[in-house]
């Protein structure tokens, strides 16, 4: 039996409200040193993506984004253990990123973005992530601005989108 699409938009918008507290009890058993890849996989499901390092050490991505304010990844080694687990949607990679950087660099550090606008009379291209803002009501967004011909890093921006 096919269920109405409204049913399951309902059903699935309520599973990911759900996500942040799975998310909460799972990574607080992914221990560095401890945890191996196949554990990871049975808490936390397939990364969205995978990032490599020359050394062999594979980055795995669980962003959070569109709705969410998290992005973590699980650093992972040659020897399958977790080396690192992170929340890298924060105030200390916000300070890093220089002028200049790639986007292969902002994409790295920040997990796949909420959105991607593309202004033309500015000659930039602006990726947004949500994250967590001070007043629990309003949405908080970190953005950086590519410049369109360079494809490097102008600058970073916090937008407020204030509710209620």
Not at 12 to 39: C, M, W
Not at 41 to 66: A, V
Not at 119 to 136: D, K, M, S, T, V
Request: charged fraction near 25%; proline fraction near 5%; include cysteine.
């Amino acid at each position: 039996m096919k269920l109405p699409v409204w049913i399951s938009a309902a059903v699935s918008a309520f599973v990911a409200t759900l996500r942040p507290a799975g998310d909460y009890v799972n990574l607080k058993k992914i221990k560095p040193g401890v945890t191996t890849q196949t554990e990871v996989l049975s808490r936390m499901g397939k990364p969205g993506f995978i990032h490599w390092n020359d050394d062999g050490i594979g980055i795995w991505e669980y962003t959070r984004q569109p709705n969410g304010s998290s992005c973590y990844m699980i650093s992972i080694g040659p020897d399958q253990v977790v080396r690192q687990v992170e929340q890298v949607l924060n105030e200390a990679n916000y300070a890093k990123v220089r002028m200049g950087m790639s986007k292969d660099d902002i994409r790295r550090r920040f997990g796949i973005p909420a959105s991607k606008q593309t202004f033309n009379n500015l000659h930039e291209e602006i990726w947004e992530w949500r994250i967590e803002g001070l007043a629990p009501l309003d949405e908080t967004y970190f953005m950086v601005h590519f410049d369109a011909d360079t494809g490097g890093v102008k600058k970073t921006a916090t937008r407020v989108e204030m509710k209620g």
